[in-house]
């Protein structure tokens, strides 16, 4: 179902971009905004619509940080470490969604429930130390917050 | 007569009761004076005033007095409520440090809405250029302003564009560099989500002047809104024909797209962005050529940052000449910083050149938090550096920041306190820089990585003095020896903190301790007999069994066993738990 | 016109023309930069960093390698100040090294090893960071390193720019940038034509043609094999750069050589190049006079080309010649006809080639048809930089030895035979042959100079009888598709087909400037080479394949008439469309 | 809309649009906006369209006051002009009722007064 979509969508996205100049970081984009990250077939049939090799279609994509290879978890945890909230010690929320979650800064957690991501500057910085689920973010966190706020997300799935 | 109204406010955060105290006393006064009738006072919650003591403002006059003592109360009711008279020795000037220009429009019209931007006078400078000015006649008035790239390296923007204008190309780039990767800076992503037409309008004026009929902003992925709003302003403005052909009725076309970046701070850099856009690994390529020779697509290209297009329509609409008179010698027009760090009001704030570090902190930025003292300021991002307080009276400048070894960069400003650890700070800037390298030139890979590495070892106690020269010596080397502006200065928080705060890192080294109580491994919490009450509370929170012994005996924490959380520290009621 | 600019280098007044990099004109003036990344035969990548001069009126340091010297500059290079950041960079770069040099196919000709004597590194300054990542040998032909790379991105360069594969890429950034296929796959499973040229250029060891020397002395040393070996043509013209002779045929002392190391009979390559001559130039003339098959005819000798080809350019499968490369056809000679001949058993005769190519060690098993003789008609091939060690392993005093002579019933070789080696040469040597076919006449100048040299795409129209025959000869991949295109747009069209007749060599220069030949390749290097080849075949009394007369030999006593049934089977083979991504 | 011309763009009257209305502008950036701004100005267009409060509701860019947002600026006629930091849905509400209605202000949410 989903690469029935895909089929159709990434030909529509080839369409739309192909005559234009600077067109396969925006694809990219597209791919990534349908997907969540790039699957490999999709990035051969995209090096054969567009005729770009598939190497300079994978240079960009691992160069890149928004670009992802793999799935990504169902909800994406970051936690920001631009200057603002580094100052106002992110780095414990860092320590303390590892310790939650089990993981590193760049996996996934076992079920594929969590995606964790230390990412530089949300631009809130005003309301810094923030972290943030998916799209919504949470701003002014304590250390001690973390756990009540990813507990709802588990609660939500069950 | 209008009810007059007493606001109050203590602007001295410590003082918890002395609010209270003033309002019982204006009350008071209002009651035994029979002025109930004629004004009221309240309490409010911030008036935008720092460290200016006890102060009110009494409106509609819109009167201001700080630094009230209580002898001020009587005097007030007396003089300005009943007797309708200014005082003169406690008014407060209101003298605002600030001067908006580039964001004067930032926060008061609605920037989905191209009227309130014509409204604010927007459009004007354009349809003077392509109705009554020659491109060279730009260049001029650029050159008279002064007007250098808000970008970080402040090469004149004048020259940039006549380089590209005096190019025989029929194609020619106009690109926006909205691609603000500076943790810590966002003004250039409150101007395209405040005011996207202002930096549109100096686009089409920049492509006029260069003679190209094509632009790409290039945006920041992590800034959707910035994004939404910047199409939603290129959408009206094609269809109020001030894109696509034949601008304002004039001979001129011009259009534009939206490129977007993806998570690569290099792209930052000129070539480096040029190949992203191009669809390739944002590395930067050797210059010259330079792009407005050979730039996007090998045609001659502009690249201009946000802010300084943003100030585009003001310089022309006021001229060059009204611009240059803003600011210093060489440095011309008003600087948006992004204050953040340890400072009470962190946020925008937008200052004429010349200004001095310490008016832009305590001024405007209220002074530090919880009335900790300063101990430095960061400018400049990852590229720029430090400087110790006692320069704070120096005024903001590209040649005076560069003297003390930070940049002006693209107006990131941090505010250092006590509790801040230099070396600490320093690794944050290298981590940042080792994760944001390209990875193509050895100098700024490698070099950054193993300084990363250094300050890791020495964070941790395991520095030894040899170590410091290793981290003059690399610095030196990225310094000389790097491809691009990324790699050159990326040791610079590194090298400007050894210029100021080798003493800090000597700590670090040799006594393995860390002053400001921020590098984990170089912490002891120890428990002081004579102080701990036996309570237990230390012994139950402890996430690791660090702390030995019972309530009988006392408690103990076993340095090794402790993972230094603070917890212990933090639980203590009778501060019996120390740091150092 | 270029304008001329004058600057001043140490001191020292330089001429050059506009747009001269700092490092080319201070070669000019005898100053050597030093530098990791750059080879004189690709553009500038600016990616190590030790190549940094200082420019009078600035404070910075300029990359030499990529900054245009400006009239009236003036450049400092070498000064204690800049010796120090270079050693700190070479440093760097070593902190990201291993130090197994000793066990390491590129020690004692190393740039890394060589810059760091140079510089007198006596110890790891910095903490060693190595990247874990295992070594990729899946293609059989070139290894993969990536602990050992540099990251100077020649092999990128080449892969992408010079041949138009993009088999290697970079991937990730910063620390983790490394070269690999795209999405981390093996080699084997990549568009990779195994050409070589990314070995080629390699600074250090972290792409290494595959070592098989091990093999060839195992089977010396086993009694039960009958070792025969045989060179291809540019390897006798390149050999000699390992022992420092430049430019020199070295033949008939590579013939007493492979005795000496225990061979019981010494072949040429050129031999069989002979015959594919006359089976090539048969099939052209089948095409261009009887229809038989479709025109342009396109040449296959070429093992990367053919790779290229079945992967990218698969439409062109009927254009291709069916006759195999002239290495594989002596190797099936050589358990056939020779083996026949001289009453060997073909299982134990071992048949070692000696090739400037790693393909050529993909080519000995890519299909059905290299077992043609029943065995794996090649057992191993060696490329001209394993022959070099070997040779050193040995302990011969190689460019002492006395001259010897190839055994002729599969050595001896005509000039068209030899000019195999260069750009241009198959097509040369074909026309020499098809000419007397076609005319059943002797050229009277055999020499096709529109042929030669390194342009990248050559054309020429040759009249045979009346008839003009238009040729293309195209070296280095990426100039292939702009000829394919022109004649499939022809095609299209129903035009008039642009060629009868496309030579094509995967590596720039052909096979002198194959993956497998010494390192530091220029185009002035190639010229000597290739100079030293059109030599040998000056010199030669038969200048044609079809005047050699153990070829006529071979035609008369076993294969019988060219294109028929038995050398059909022997010398011809087939071809398929392959996946560029296998994963 | 139609094709903008040279005098269009003179004569538009840069005051006219702010003077002697009644308004409230919510900071709607990216700072704000995390913070919570779009619930605020949803809530203050509904709201005030079920209390039957006629007031001209816009949205605009980042005033620089991060550290307050979410940031409303209400101007009501007879009122000083007011900047209210730190609005959630509630004070938003109290805002309607409070300052727009009742004109009285919410004394412990102004940030600036004018």
């Known amino acids: 179902m989903k690469k029935d979509r895909l089929q159709a969508d990434l030909e529509g996205l080839v369409k739309k971009w192909k005559s234009k100049k600077g067109n396969l970081i925006m694809i990219l984009h597209s791919i990534e905004n349908i997907y969540g990250y790039v699957p490999r077939d999709t990035s051969l049939k995209l090096s054969r619509l567009l005729d770009v090799p598939l190497a300079r279609i994978y240079e960009v994509i691992t160069f890149y940080n928004y670009f992802k290879l793999e799935p990504p978890g169902k909800h994406n945890v970051s936690v920001c470490m631009g200057t603002a909230c580094y100052l106002r010690d992110a780095s414990s929320l860092i320590e303390e969604v590892e310790k939650i979650l089990h993981i590193k800064e760049g996996q996934t957690t076992k079920d594929s429930m969590f995606h964790f991501d230390v990412v530089r500057c949300l631009g809130c910085c005003g309301l810094a130390p923030v972290m943030m689920i998916d799209e919504k973010v949470y701003g002014k966190v304590k250390k001690n917050e973390v756990a009540d706020i990813l507990s709802k997300y588990v609660k939500e799935e069950e | ?580 | 016109m270029y304008k001329m600019i004058e600057a001043k280098i140490n001191g020292i007044t330089v001429e050059v023309k506009e747009g001269t990099t700092v490092m080319e004109a201070a070669k000019k003036v005898q100053i050597k930069i030093p530098t990791l990344c750059k080879h004189p035969d690709l553009p500038p990548s600016a990616a190590c960093g030790l190549c940094i001069v200082k420019v009078k009126g600035s404070n910075k340091m300029f990359r030499a390698c990529c900054t245009p010297i400006e009239d009236k500059m003036e450049i400092t290079t070498n000064d204690p100040d800049i010796v120090e950041v270079r050693k700190t960079v070479l440093e760097l770069i070593l902190s990201n090294h291993p130090n197994d040099c000793l066990k390491c196919g590129r020690n004692s000709n190393c740039e890394l090893q060589s810059m760091a004597s140079d510089f007198g590194i006596r110890e790891d300054v910095f903490k060693k960071f190595l990247r874990d990542i295992p070594q990729d040998s899946t293609t059989g032909t070139i290894v993969l390193d990536p602990t050992k790379c540099i990251l100077c991105g020649r092999c990128i360069e080449v892969c992408q720019k010079g041949q138009d594969v993009w088999a290697l890429s970079f991937l990730q950034r910063g620390m983790d940038t490394r070269i690999s296929p795209a999405g981390d796959i093996k080699l084997s499973e990549s568009p990779c034509v195994k050409c070589g040229q990314c070995s080629a250029h390699c600074p250090t060891g972290a792409i290494f043609e595959k070592d098989d020397t091990r093999l060839v002395w195992e089977a010396l040393k086993n009694a039960d094999k009958y070792c025969v070996i045989q060179i291809a043509p540019a390897v006798r013209v390149a050999i000699g750069e390992a022992f420092g002779v430049v430019g020199k045929n070295l033949t008939k002392k590579l013939y007493a050589l492979f005795r000496r190391m225990g061979f019981k009979a010494v072949f040429d390559t050129n031999f069989g190049a002979d015959v594919t001559i006359m089976e090539e130039a048969g099939e052209f003339v089948e095409r261009l006079l009887h229809n038989k098959g479709e025109l342009p005819l396109i040449t296959s000798c070429c093992p990367a080309w053919v790779d290229f080809m079945e992967k990218f350019h698969s439409d062109m499968i009927n254009h291709f010649s069916t006759c195999k490369s002239p290495h594989e056809i002596v190797g099936t000679l050589s358990k056939t006809y020779y083996a026949e001949k001289n009453g060997i058993d073909p299982a134990k005769i071992y048949m070692v080639s000696i090739m400037p190519c790693t393909a050529k060690k993909y080519e000995i098993t890519r299909s059905g048809e290299m077992f043609a003789s029943g065995f794996q008609d090649i057992d191993v091939t060696i490329t001209t930089r394993e022959l070099s060690r070997m040779i050193k392993q040995a302990g011969i005093d190689f460019l002492n030895l006395p001259d010897e002579e190839a055994d002729g019933l599969l050595g001896e070789y005509s000039g068209a035979g030899v000019i195999f080696g260069a750009t241009g040469g198959v097509m040369e040597a074909a026309l020499r042959t098809a000419y007397n076919i076609v005319t059943g006449k002797e050229l009277e100048d055999v020499n096709f100079i529109k042929t030669r040299g390194l342009e990248s795409i050559k054309e020429a129209e040759i009249d045979i009888k009346g008839t003009k025959i238009r040729i293309a000869v195209a070296h280095g991949l990426s100039h292939v598709e702009e000829v394919l295109n022109r004649v499939r747009q022809a095609k299209k069209e129903g035009k008039e087909l642009p060629y009868h007749f496309i030579e094509v060599m995967a590596c720039p220069g052909g096979c002198v400037g194959g993956g497998g030949q010494p390192y530091n390749v220029t185009d002035a290097l190639r010229l000597k080479r290739s100079s030293a080849i059109y030599q040998d075949d000056k010199d030669k009394e038969l200048r044609c394949s079809h005047k050699n007369p153990y070829v006529k030999k071979l035609y008369k006593d076993f294969l019988g008439k060219p294109l028929g049934e038995k050398s059909h089977k022997l010398c011809h083979t087939e071809y398929k469309a392959r996946p560029i991504y296998i994963r | 809309m139609k094709k903008i011309t040279k005098e269009d763009i003179e004569k538009i009257d840069p005051l006219k649009k702010d003077l002697g209305k009644s308004w409230i502008k919510v900071g709607m950036s990216t700072c704000g906006v995390a913070a919570g701004a779009d619930e605020v100005y949803a809530t203050l267009i509904e709201e005030a369209k079920k209390r039957n409060i006629e007031i001209d509701i816009r949205k605009c860019g980042c005033q620089g006051a991060c550290s307050v947002e979410p940031l409303v600026e209400v101007n009501v006629e007879g009122l000083p002009k007011v900047l209210y930091g730190r609005v959630n849905k509630d004070v938003a509400i109290t805002i309607l009722e409070r300052h727009v209605r009742n004109k009285k202000l919410l004394h412990d949410y102004i940030f600036e007064i004018n």
């Open chain 2, 1 to 580: 007569m209008q009810k007059k109204i007493i606001y109050l406010k203590d602007t001295d955060s410590t003082q918890q009761d002395r609010v209270n105290d003033f309002y019982t006393l204006f009350s008071n006064e209002l009651r035994d004076t029979n002025l109930i009738e004629q004004a009221s006072v309240v309490r409010i919650a911030d008036m935008g005033l720092y460290e200016k003591g006890v102060a009110v403002k009494i409106l509609p006059e819109n009167i201001v007095y700080t630094g009230l003592k209580n002898t001020d109360v009587k005097k007030i009711i007396e003089e300005t409520i009943k007797g309708n008279k200014v005082i003169k020795e406690s008014l407060y000037e209101k003298k605002s440090k600030q001067m908006r220009a580039v964001l004067k429009n930032c926060g008061y019209i609605d920037p989905e809405s191209l009227e309130d931007y014509l409204a604010a006078g927007g459009y004007k400078a354009l349809a003077k250029v392509l109705l009554e000015m020659k491109p060279e006649q730009v260049v001029e008035e650029l050159k008279k302003s002064g007007l250098r790239g808000r970008g970080g390296a402040g090469y004149p923007t004048w020259m940039k564009w006549n380089f590209a204008r005096g190019m025989n190309s029929p194609e020619k780039y106009v690109i926006c560099n909205g691609d603000e990767g500076d943790p810590g800076a966002y003004m250039d992503r409150s101007v395209l989500e405040g005011d996207p037409h202002s930096v549109l309008e100096g686009m089409i004026i920049a492509g006029y002047t260069i003679g190209s009929s094509k632009g790409y902003f290039y945006i920041r992925a992590e800034y959707p809104l910035a994004v939404e709003r910047v199409q939603k302003a290129i959408d009206q403005a094609v269809e109020a024909g001030l894109l696509g052909n034949n601008i304002l009725g004039s001979n001129y076309s011009f259009e534009l797209e939206i490129r977007l970046g993806a998570g690569a701070f290099v792209c930052g850099e000129e070539t480096a962005l040029i190949a992203s856009i191009e669809g390739k690994r944002g590395t930067p390529h050797p210059r010259p050529p330079y792009p407005s020779v050979k730039g996007l697509w090998e045609k001659p290209t502009i690249i201009n940052n946000v802010e300084t297009l943003a100030n585009i329509p003001q310089l022309i609409f006021g001229g060059g000449a009204k611009f240059a008179s803003i600011g210093t010698e060489k440095s011309k027009g008003t600087k948006v910083f992004a204050l953040t760090g340890k400072v009470k009001n962190s946020g925008l704030v937008e200052v004429p050149m010349g200004i001095t570090i310490r008016e832009i902190i305590f001024d405007i930025g209220g002074g530090i938090l919880n009335n900790r003292s300063i101990k430095a300021v960061q400018t400049g991002g990852p590229s720029g550096g430090v400087i110790p307080q006692e320069f704070l009276d120096t005024p903001v400048d590209y040649e005076n920041l560069g003297k003390l070894g930070s940049i002006m960069g693209s107006g990131g400003m941090i505010a250092i306190d006590e509790t801040d650890c230099l070396v600490d700070l320093a690794k944050f800037y290298l981590k940042f820089c080792v994760d944001e390298s390209c990875g193509k030139c050895a100098p700024c890979r490698l070099g950054g990585y193993q300084l990363l590495h250094l300050l890791e070892k020495i964070s941790e106690g395991k520095g030894e003095m040899e170590d410091l020269d290793k981290l003059k010596k690399i610095s030196y080397a990225m310094q000389k020896a790097s491809l691009c502006g990324l790699g050159q200065s990326a040791s610079n928080p590194v090298f400007s903190t050894i210029r100021y705060f080798e003493e800090e890192y000597k700590k670090h080294i040799i006594e393995k301790k860390c002053p400001a109580g921020k590098c984990k491994a170089l912490i002891y919490f120890k428990i002081l007999p004579p102080k701990c009450k036996k309570c237990g509370l230390c012994f139950k929170n402890c996430p690791s069994a660090a702390i030995l012994g019972s309530r009988e005996a006392g408690y103990v924490i076993d340095p090794i066993k402790c993972v230094k959380c603070g917890l212990c520290f933090d639980v203590c009621k009778f501060k019996a738990v120390t740091k150092e």
